[in-house]
């Protein structure tokens, strides 16, 4: 059948550029159509869980199974996780060890990633916070959403 073609999806055509005015027989697009919705016509769900604010502080993510660490700079962090900037993010569903250190103060938790992109960055869910970077990261978010409110 490899050489056995349906008429049904050709069509005639013509083709200006050729300099002639002539018909030629032109293969008919059969791919079915998608179904392409306007921006405003799709409703967007936000998937966070509370708010995120922008925050500058050096981080390192650790990949709990083979150890391999990866140096970066969050700019931006929530009660739930944060953002980091980084070229070679690992994949999606990586588990992770995130150490963020800003001035004197050190956080920790393992996380997940759970959005990935090459040159660009990683989100970090955070999944395990001990006590004391809890207090760390309540204290981040509070100045975060003070310097927030004196920007706006």
């Not at 009660?79 to 994949?91: A, E, K, S, T, V």
Request: charged share 30%.
């Amino acid at each position: 059948m490899g050489g056995c073609y349906h008429l049904a999806n050709y069509v005639w055509g013509q083709f200006p550029s050729c300099g002639q005015n002539r018909r030629t027989l032109v293969k008919r697009d059969v791919r079915p159509k998608r179904v392409v919705h306007r921006r405003q016509d799709v409703e967007y769900k936000e998937r966070r869980r509370g708010p995120r604010y922008p925050f500058i502080a050096s981080a390192e993510l650790i990949e709990q199974k083979a150890d391999v660490r990866i140096a970066s700079r969050v700019s931006e962090v929530s009660q739930n996780g944060c953002y980091l900037d980084m070229m070679n993010p690992f994949p999606q569903g990586t588990m992770v060890l995130v150490k963020i250190s800003a001035g004197e103060d050190f956080f920790q938790a393992k996380g997940k990633i759970v959005y990935s992109q090459m040159n660009m960055g990683a989100g970090v869910g955070f999944l395990e916070i001990d006590e004391a970077s809890q207090t760390v990261l309540d204290r981040w978010m509070d100045e975060a959403k003070k310097e927030s409110l004196k920007q706006a």
